[in-house]
């Protein structure tokens, strides 16, 4: 079926650096979701893109987050400067229409050391 | 403030047996109910889904049931297989909504 890549899996970087996480959606699908996810604990939403813009965040979703898909590249999360507590799984979703079937990527485990 | 509640955080079953995971909500604009499961090392992935006009809906082993007076749904997986073992995710959203919210998880755990 479709698939969502994720890259790098597993990124460790200490506190106060910039990472930047990358997701290759699926190909002819419009939105575009980022996700958190804790010790394998609940999905906790942070943002949707959509025609290039941010549709809608949550209060997860810092100032220091900022995400992008230029010219329909990867669509990122970049988080700059990063803080102990984003140790986290992140997991990038696509749909074709909004809140239809989300496919996620396995997700990136990000270690902020 | 948790929108989407599940129970019971863990669950363990014998292999043949029936699992039943249950969920409710708050938000009464809700109207759009999917099931994800999810296998350690992966994404969550679509299992079914239930749209808040329905109060039932099957796929193969899997059905879900929706109380709209209660704010409650039910998964249902009869004959359970170890293959079934994973965490399953509760989820909601509304129309024009932007975003799917989920629950905490129920952790599966069939027994052969």
């Known amino acids: 079926g479709p698939k969502v890549l994720q890259i790098p899996s597993h990124q460790i970087i200490d506190m106060g650096q910039m990472v930047t996480l990358n997701c290759d959606p699926v190909s002819n699908h419009l939105y575009f979701y980022w996700y958190k996810q804790i010790l394998g604990q609940q999905m906790e939403f942070l943002v949707n893109?959509?025609?290039?813009?941010?549709?809608?965040k949550s209060k997860l979703f810092k100032d220091q987050f900022s995400v992008e898909r230029p010219d329909g590249s990867y669509f990122t999360l970049k988080i700059q400067p990063t803080a102990l507590e984003d140790s986290a799984v992140y997991f990038c979703a696509s749909s074709h229409r909004d809140r239809e079937r989300l496919f996620f990527g396995h997700g990136t485990k990000l270690s902020v050391l | 403030q948790q929108q989407v509640r599940q129970s019971p955080q863990s669950l363990t079953v014998w292999e043949g047996g029936t699992t039943v995971l249950t969920c409710s909500y708050e938000?009464?604009?809700?109207?759009?109910f999917p099931w994800y499961q999810q296998f350690p090392g992966e994404g969550p992935a679509l299992l079914i889904s239930i749209l808040s006009v329905s109060d039932k809906k099957e796929d193969g082993r899997f059905t879900t049931f929706f109380n709209k007076r209660e704010k409650k749904l039910s998964l249902h997986i009869i004959d359970s297989q170890p293959g079934d073992s994973a965490t399953y995710f509760c989820?909601?959203?509304?129309?024009?909504?932007?975003?799917?919210?989920f629950g905490k998880g129920t952790h599966l755990h069939v027994l052969p």
């Open positions: 989820a909601a959203s509304y129309t024009n909504a932007y975003k799917v919210i």
């Open positions: 893109f959509y025609n290039g813009k941010v549709m809608e």
């Open positions: 938000d009464s604009t809700f109207n759009y």
